[in-house]
């Protein structure tokens, strides 16, 4: 088992910042690849970023050039820096960890989740 934690979220303006993170406890010993999905109200689960245990990422291409997924497997954490941000990037975010080395798209894909941190960006 896993246990994945987010912080990070909050109320920012159009155009701002902030960074997501995501600390892991429990069987991190085997190698995950890590996802983060967001969901807004009235919407479905939506993938936003993937990283592989080596580093390699995949981003959803709402958020490709402004967000920026990484990791220190070291600290057992990821990361999602969100820069130039919109009103329509408002939503809840998931960091998910599934438990093989290449991420994936898909919310399926992934055995873990965290509970969430709120993401509001006013116009």
């Known amino acids: 088992q896993v246990q994945l934690v987010e912080s990070g979220g909050g109320l920012v303006q159009a155009g701002g910042s902030l960074r997501l993170s995501c600390a892991a406890s429990?069987?991190?010993?085997?190698?995950?690849?890590m996802g983060w999905f967001r969901q807004a109200p009235g919407k479905e689960r939506a993938f936003v970023a993937t990283?592989?245990?080596?580093?390699?990422?995949t981003y959803a291409d709402s958020v490709k050039g402004r967000f920026t997924i990484s990791r220190d497997n070291a600290k057992n954490t990821v990361y999602l820096q969100m820069n130039s941000l919109k009103p329509e990037d408002t939503a809840v975010y998931y960091c998910?960890?599934?438990?093989?080395?290449?991420?994936?798209?898909?919310?399926?894909?992934?055995?873990?989740w965290g509970q969430g941190t709120q993401v509001t960006v006013s116009s």
């Open positions: 990283i592989n245990w080596s580093g390699g990422s």
């Open positions: 429990g069987r991190t010993s085997s190698r995950h690849a």
């Open positions: 998910a960890a599934r438990p093989f080395v290449l991420g994936a798209t898909s919310k399926d894909r992934y055995d873990y």
